[in-house]
């Protein structure tokens, strides 16, 4: 799908009414399967879809409810998953309200579908007393999730991610081993949460991706000759069956890590963010997770309220990559809970 025509973010006077696009999360807090099911015919994730319960159908439909209500929303995509939907709207002109009051009126729409879904599931199970919304809890006590898309290629790479999110899914069950956060993987003394392929520390051979800053200097001054090689060299080596091992924070090392991913070579990425519940890599990192081609690992915990990296995490970073390198080179290690 084409992303719309350009368009002013936030203009002055405008926040939250003007034209934009937006990503809108309903999440069950629960988590239970209450809008349907997933089916995945032969096994096949790219076959992986969702059977919807009336209460997804409903809530499905309110979305065209607050569409009905306000003509300056498009929905673009939108995806129902057993415990939650994801929805991508265009906002295309200014509004006299908020996207932040629409959103709130559409909670407010799906919470009385939700009383009424428990009124009757209380009244089939025929259990008293009921709670306030009914048997056997309140399903919709969290607001939605709205984030503004507003940077290039993010409403193309959102569509696709809502797209893929049954095929994922159903990834994720068929191969729980590789997604499941598996704790304390001690590598030389420090310990890692980990998603992907632990199997992989026993690989044999390893080296860092570190593009240090003289590197960089001395090709903005006229000479690339050296980054170049230096990244020619990465390449080669993970040609040979080295694991290599980074941050991958500039965009020289980015480079390097799209190479990996397109020959499809494994390697070991740590991130500066520790793993949520339900997590789950984005994009081509999670088919390199599937193929047991990935390790990521994080020395922290999840942090929802971070957003940026900082500098002294990146140093922290590429000094622990070193450190990895070096152990694993020097001795090997077991890994802690090890998966197929």
């Known amino acids: 799908m084409a992303e719309p025509t350009k368009w002013q973010w936030q203009e002055a006077g405008t926040a939250w009414r003007g034209v934009g696009v937006y990503h809108v999360t309903l999440t069950v807090p629960s988590r239970e399967p209450l809008f349907g099911a997933l089916v995945i015919?032969?096994?096949d994730p790219s076959k992986a879809r969702i059977e919807r319960t009336a209460l997804g159908n409903a809530v499905v439909d309110e979305l065209y409810v607050m569409c009905k209500h306000y003509p300056a929303i498009r929905i673009l995509q939108?995806?129902?998953m057993p415990d939650h939907l994801h929805a991508v709207i265009h906002v295309t002109r200014v509004m006299d309200t908020s996207i932040r009051s629409v959103i709130r009126g559409y909670w407010q729409g799906v919470k009385k579908l939700g009383r009424a879904y428990t009124l009757s599931v209380g009244a089939e199970l025929n259990s008293a007393p009921m709670n306030e919304?009914?048997?056997p809890f309140p399903i919709f006590t969290e607001?939605?999730?709205?984030?503004?898309?507003?940077?290039?290629g993010q409403l193309h790479t959102m569509i696709h991610y809502v797209q893929m999110n049954p095929q994922r899914l159903a990834t994720k069950r068929l191969r729980p081993g590789y997604?499941?956060?598996q704790k304390d993987v001690e590598i030389g003394g420090r310990k890692y949460d980990g998603v992907g392929k632990v199997a992989l520390l026993l690989e044999g051979a390893y080296a860092p991706v570190h593009v240090r800053h003289t590197l960089v200097e001395k090709a903005q001054h006229g000479n690339a000759q050296d980054l170049r090689d230096?990244?020619?060299?990465?390449?080669?080596k993970a040609r040979k069956a080295v694991v290599m091992v980074s941050p991958f924070i500039s965009p020289d090392e980015k480079q390097v890590m799209q190479v990996l991913l397109r020959e499809q070579h494994p390697f070991i990425l740590l991130t500066d963010n520790g793993f949520r519940d339900y997590y789950k890599p984005s994009d081509i990192l999670f088919d390199a997770c599937v193929a047991g081609r990935l390790l990521i690992l994080s020395p922290w915990p999840y942090d929802g309220g971070k957003s940026h990296i900082s500098?002294?995490?990146?140093v922290a970073l590429n000094a622990m990559a070193e450190e990895i390198y070096n152990y694993l080179n020097g001795t090997g290690v077991a890994p802690s809970q090890p998966n197929e």
């Open 41 to 43: 015919p032969e096994n």
């Open 78 to 80: 939108f995806c129902l």
């Open 133 to 135: 919304g009914g048997y």
């Open 143 to 152: 607001r939605p999730f709205i984030r503004p898309l507003s940077r290039r």
């Open 179 to 181: 997604f499941r956060v």
């Open 230 to 236: 230096y990244k020619n060299a990465c390449v080669l």
């Open 311 to 314: 500098r002294a995490d990146c």
